[in-house]
């Protein structure tokens, strides 16, 4: 148990669908991250929020839309997804943006057919 | 530009030692290291800042040369438990927490 918690750990989606991924942190953090791991792959980092700004958008494409309403809890909007965007979705937190230790969730599976 | 890890995958015994090595094209202003275990979130072991810091984690440290922009995970007396994949996040000179992780390397201990 690592403090943060990510739902649903398992998705199965068709490329037209819209879906939603889930994370909640209970460690007080105020930055959130979404990573994407992709087998054979490093870790990627899409997206950081920083008392609820985003303030990293690593290029994404925008059928990834991520959505911070408080610093607690962090979403990722799924829409129109392609095979390849099949992967793990890894949330993490931290204190702060200036350096320190990543708190990751277990992670989202995600397979588009 | 990720960092390059190396090896990508050791097998051990139990009781062996090993060294994970992580090295940057960059210059870095500190390296982290993670743990992850087959189904599980990756966890944290340690960050090194810039000056060759030497920091411990019970059987396990690490070093970090700036001058080489290289950091390496010492392993001694491996444990079953120590299995898992590490990867090294580095950080650009105070790019807070913009971490670019390496490609891991596969860690096996056998009994």
């Known amino acids: 148990e690592t403090g943060v918690t990510q739902t649903p750990r398992h998705l199965v989606m068709g490329m037209t669908n819209k879906k939603s991924l889930k994370c909640e942190q209970h460690?007080?953090?105020?930055?959130m991250y979404w990573y994407k791991q992709s087998a054979k792959k490093p870790l990627e980092l899409m997206f950081v929020?920083?008392?609820?700004?985003?303030?990293e958008n690593n290029s994404v494409p925008s059928r990834f839309s991520p959505e911070c309403p408080n610093s607690s809890h962090l979403f990722l909007h799924l829409h129109t997804l392609q095979p390849e965007d099949s992967a793990l979705y890894l949330c993490a937190s931290s204190q702060g943006t200036g350096g320190g230790e990543l708190f990751f969730g277990e992670g989202s599976r995600l397979t588009v057919l | 530009q990720q960092p390059v890890q190396s090896p990508q995958a050791v097998i051990l015994r139990e009781g062996e030692d090993a060294v994970i090595n992580c090295s940057s094209s960059?210059?870095?202003?500190?390296v982290h290291w993670y743990r992850q275990k087959h189904g599980e979130a990756p966890v944290f072991l340690m960050i090194?800042?810039?000056?060759?810091e030497q920091k411990g984690h019970e059987k396990i440290s690490a070093s970090f040369n700036e001058k080489k922009q290289q950091s390496s995970l010492y392993l001694t007396a491996s444990q079953l438990s120590y299995s898992g994949t590490y990867f090294c996040?580095?950080?650009?000179?105070?790019?807070?927490?913009?971490?670019?992780f390496g490609g891991g390397t596969r860690l096996m201990v056998k009994p």
């Open positions: 090194l800042l810039k000056g060759g």
């Open positions: 929020y920083n008392f609820k700004e985003q303030t």
């Open positions: 960059k210059a870095l202003y500190s």
């Open positions: 996040g580095t950080e650009l000179y105070n790019a807070g927490n913009m971490l670019t």
């Open positions: 460690l007080g953090h105020n930055a």
